[in-house]
């Protein structure tokens, strides 16, 4: 891999003003990758019959406008997790193992290889928030799967041209549309895909979790193989049994546990800070809050947290006062929502 440090305007670091850099800061190291063979996007498109769909033949246009070049990023030297530890206490495991895989390829000329992760665990954990993190410290493109609201597998790997409003599949738009040749791929509720008898949703996973296939990996529209190779896998689950066992044994299973009381704190702590400092009415609240309101906090589940600070600190205003206090802090689970107008 050619290596170089990336600028501050470089896509890598995009957003990241260079006033927030120092010496400490480990900028990725970047390279290209090849993700498909421009010479052969030119034949197909030559090749297309005037019959042909529009939309295929703009997205060959597009891939030879883009180039076959992405970026390959990786931090130029060990990150420091610490902060990533204290924020996500009950991520040790799998923090640790990330550790590892950038630890191995930091002095080298390797790309980071992080096996396909499957985070295991009850709604509202954290779960799509880490995979986020990951993506922010690799500094690498992000995309987003929600297997939930998926019923057919055409949405990862496309639907042929030949059907009426046929587009790419997901894992192509994250590749080909993104910056990077190894982006953070997040499969949300794996255990929620369903099947609707002719197509199965999880089927292209099971090429793309394989290094040897998912470097000729074929999108059903565009039909030219592209280097999926690179994707760092992040799926997270449920309920495992709903998983079929083949596609479990091309992943690496982290079990995570809701954080004990003191991890649930640190937990509020952080995102506490987080909400005020991103807004600018955050700088009439003071840093900290009290043992009583983390104390109620921690009682919550992560997802559940960012919601009731959020809100608490329009309790606190609404009430005239500019600091959250216990009774700020509102429980949201156990509403039930009216219907109708």
């Not at 891999?1 to 670091?13: E, Q, R, T, W, Y």
């Not at 120092?22 to 970047?30: D, F, H, R, Y």
């Not at 290889?113 to 500094?139: C, D, N, W, Y």
């Not at 009381?261 to 400092?277: C, H, V």
Request: include cysteine.
């Amino acid at each position: 891999m050619l290596a170089f440090s990336l600028g501050a305007d470089s896509p890598a670091i995009k957003g990241e003003g260079r006033s927030q850099m120092s010496a400490s800061v480990a900028i990725p190291i970047a390279g290209f990758k090849d993700l498909y063979d421009v010479a052969g996007v030119e034949k197909a498109l030559h090749e297309l019959p005037a019959s042909a769909n529009e939309a295929l033949r703009a997205v060959y246009e597009k891939m030879l406008r883009l180039g076959g070049q992405r970026f390959t990023v990786k931090p130029s030297a060990l990150p420091e997790m610490d902060a990533l530890f204290d924020e996500l206490p009950n991520f040790t495991e799998a923090l640790e193992d990330i550790r590892k895989h950038l630890a191995l390829c930091i002095d080298s000329n390797d790309c980071v290889e992080v096996p396909p992760m499957l985070l295991l665990g009850a709604p509202g954990i954290g779960k799509t928030h880490f995979a986020r993190k990951i993506s922010q410290l690799l500094g690498t493109g992000f995309g987003f799967v929600p297997m939930s609201s998926l019923t057919a597998g055409w949405v990862l790997s496309g639907a042929s041209s030949q059907w009426k409003n046929a587009k790419p599949g997901k894992v192509f738009d994250t590749f080909v549309n993104g910056d990077y040749a190894n982006p953070v791929i997040v499969v949300d509720e794996l255990d929620k895909a369903s099947a609707d008898g002719q197509y199965d949703p999880l089927g292209a996973l099971y090429e793309l979790l394989e290094t040897e296939t998912a470097t000729r990996f074929v999108d059903e529209f565009v039909e030219l193989p592209i280097d999926a190779s690179g994707a760092v896998w992040l799926a997270t689950a449920n309920d495992v049994g709903r998983i079929p066992e083949p596609l479990l044994s091309r992943l690496a299973v982290y079990e995570i546990e809701p954080p004990d009381a003191e991890g649930a704190a640190r937990i509020a702590r952080t995102i506490y800070g987080e909400i005020r400092n991103s807004h600018d009415w955050g700088r009439q609240f003071p840093e900290a809050l009290s043992p009583s309101v983390l104390e109620k906090l921690a009682s919550l589940p992560p997802r559940e947290m960012r919601r009731a600070i959020h809100s608490a600190f329009g309790n606190a205003k609404v009430a005239g006062r500019s600091e959250v206090r216990p009774d700020d802090i509102q429980d949201s689970r156990g509403r039930k929502q009216r219907i109708g107008f």
